[in-house]
């Protein structure tokens, strides 16, 4: 294996919070496979964030940075990546895994007669070989992909699969990379950028979340899950049936078709642990399960789980949470 390079997402100067994960991924990669790891940002303007990155273990960092790359478009990001590729020359090329890699990495890796191999959630090695495990049919089941040929490959990662606070710090030296790019070649004009939904919550950045299910049995039982999340200084999230219901609004929906978080903390209330659901928090830290069920599949994922009627538990547990504020 020749390297691993990890292109991470960048908007108007913020970094996306997943390119921090995929770049903990490129890492704990690299070092399995004894090899190197690099890093590039693709944009207009960015060698602040590209020195930014050389303060991380890297061997190299990339800027590649051209005017015509200030506003997103697929022509323009997929000419520079590609020319970053050729140039760079790694075996394994890496993503976080957002609408905007979504819509221009497979045209990245057709160009070199690749596919992508979206939503990796683990990396393992085998007799030296990298196999890439990915989420199939909505998360019911994993399905391991082996790396076979030459490179580059590529790959992007889940939102979750990997913790960005296990970024191993370091220097890495700085290269600005020519990019010969014409307006020509620009045939798409920019538009807004995507969002799913107006959202006034984002729960991808929440720290400590409450989230409540079926188990909560009614509407008005809901306040109860809402007085635990004040006590923790938590937000306030839930399983799809609860969203589903009204019971609270669809941006609050944690799962595969809702948001995927990795807070430090998940406390699951009444939640039985559906697949549809776990796929959208099993990356959080700490995972805290409340259900009288002892079967319940949450308490397969839970790293600490209280088999008792949620009826009971929640009082008792914003009791003794106020009393250490006193």
Known sequence: MSGVLVVLEQRGGAWNRMSFETLAAGQEIAAAMGTGCSAAVVGSGVDALAQELCRQKLDKVYAVDHP??????????????????????????????????????PKVATRFDRVLVSDVIHCRIENRHLILVRLLFQGRLNGDVALSGAGPHFASVQAGAYRAEKIEPGTATLESLPLALEPSQIR????????????????????????????????????????????????????????????????????????????????????????????????????????????????EVADIGVIGDLFEVVPALIEEIQKTKK
């Not at 140039?87 to 957002?98: E, I, K, R, S, W």
Request: hydrophobic content about 45%; overall charge neutral.
């Open 68 to 105: 015509l790359l200030g506003d997103y478009t697929p022509d323009g990001f997929s000419a520079a990546v590609e020319a970053l590729v050729r140039a760079a020359a790694p075996d394994l090329v890496l993503f976080p895994h957002t609408y905007q890699v979504r819509d221009f990495a």
């Open 188 to 299: 798409s004009k920019p538009q807004p950028p995507f969002r799913e939904s107006a959202r006034a919550v984002d729960l991808t950045a929440a720290e400590l979340i409450v989230s409540v299910g079926r188990g909560i049995k009614e509407k008005e039982n809901i306040a109860l899950v809402e007085d635990l999340a004040k006590a923790l200084g938590a937000e306030l999230a839930a399983s799809r049936p609860i969203c589903d219901n009204g019971w609270l609004p669809m941006e609050r929906q944690v799962g595969s078709s809702g948001q995927t978080v990795a807070p430090k903390l998940y406390l699951a209330v009444g939640i039985s642990g559906a697949i549809q659901h776990l796929v959208g928090m099993k990356g959080a830290k700490t995972i805290v399960a409340i259900n009288k069920d002892a079967n319940a599949p949450i308490f």
